[in-house]
């Protein structure tokens, strides 16, 4: 189904399946859906949804990274929104 990402009522769904997400989850997912194919690096993500005063661990994104895609993916078919670059970071697949 189509992902549709509603910054202004702070929502996201696919096709008719509103996702259930964090605030965190919700913020990372806009971010990155508003810059489909750029590759962010955690550190960038951590700057950009987490605030320069962030001082945890950059693993931080990896773990909501990992929990989207399982908010994500109802179906195991269904398309992958992101996307791991190994070495670098991640991206969001769509137009």
């Known amino acids: 189904g189509v992902l549709v990402v509603d910054g202004a009522a ?3 769904r696919i096709g008719e399946r509103t996702l259930d997400l964090t605030f ?3 913020e990372l997912l806009k971010f990155v859906a508003q810059h489909p194919g750029r590759v962010f690096t955690r550190g960038e993500l951590l700057e950009r949804v987490w605030g320069p005063e962030f001082e945890g661990s950059e693993r931080v994104v990896d773990a ?5 895609r399982k908010k994500l993916r109802d179906d195991p078919e269904a398309p992958r929104f992101i996307e791991t670059v ?3 970071g991640y991206r969001f697949l769509g137009d």
């Open 64 to 68: 909501y990274v990992r929990l989207l």
């Open 86 to 88: 190994v070495g670098l």
């Open 10 to 12: 702070y929502a996201a």
């Open 24 to 26: 965190k989850e919700f």
